[in-house]
């Protein structure tokens, strides 16, 4: 692994499944975030952890869960998938919570029908 | 409330330079980035500045005024590479990033 990965790539999803975003990341940043970006509107945070086993929520986090067991994991859970959650969904990584530039993974293109 | 506002979309010129505006309300500051990003791709991150003035990084530059709550991306020497969005964040009391919605970059030949 290189850097921050995530998967997958894209999903397609009923509406009322439950769906868990993978982000791994191996530089050991304590600092991890889940976005969303939609057309028209700015990255939006849902969630965050300033280091393991601590999260935060962010602007938008309703609907959404994340855990962080250790320093390289932060899973985002989808409980019930609505269509408002179709997005783009990136994870970022940052040595602490502050100063740092963000790295950002790939990227989770993901449609709820 | 926190707000960033930044031109939704400019064009320009191979070989010209294009400066692209972003002006801040947040509560508290700790830094404005810019971050670029291709289409269908992650952003990365091209530049933080936390002091007034200006940081000069190869074709990219990158100006801070704090007491206006302004900032901007100076890109000089365009090359059609340079088409992407440019999506400038401020960072605010609670070292949380808050976006704007980005400005996608023409590049015209």
């Known amino acids: 692994i290189a850097g921050i990965t995530q998967a997958p790539t894209s999903q397609i999803l009923a509406a009322g499944r439950r769906m868990t975003l993978r982000c791994t990341q191996d530089m050991r940043h304590n600092a991890m975030y889940w976005y969303r970006q939609d057309l028209g509107l700015g990255l939006r945070l849902i969630h965050y952890s300033n280091t393991a086993g601590t999260t935060g929520k962010g602007e938008v986090p309703d609907g959404y869960s994340v855990s962080r067991a250790n320093t390289d994991d932060f899973p985002l859970t989808l409980a019930s998938a609505v269509p408002s959650q179709t997005s783009v969904y990136f994870c970022?990584?940052?040595?602490?919570?502050?100063?740092?530039?963000?790295?950002f993974g790939p990227g989770t293109r993901l449609t709820v029908l | 409330g926190q707000n960033i506002d930044q031109p939704t979309e400019m064009t320009a010129t191979e070989g010209a330079i294009v400066q692209i505006n972003c002006t801040y309300q947040?509560?508290?500051?700790?830094?404005l980035f810019w971050y670029q990003q291709h289409a269908g791709e992650a952003p990365t991150f091209l530049s933080y500045n936390v002091l007034d003035g200006l940081e000069e990084k190869g074709r990219f530059s990158s100006f801070l005024s704090r007491s206006k709550g302004y900032s901007y991306l100076l890109l000089k020497e365009l090359q059609m590479k340079d088409s992407a969005s440019y999506l400038c964040?401020?960072?605010?009391?609670?070292?949380?990033?808050?976006w704007g919605a980005g400005t996608k970059l023409i590049i015209k030949p």
């Open positions: 947040t509560s508290g500051f700790n830094g």
């Open positions: 964040a401020a960072m605010d009391s609670n070292y949380q990033l808050i």
């Open positions: 970022a990584s940052a040595p602490s919570g502050s100063y740092n530039e963000q790295f």
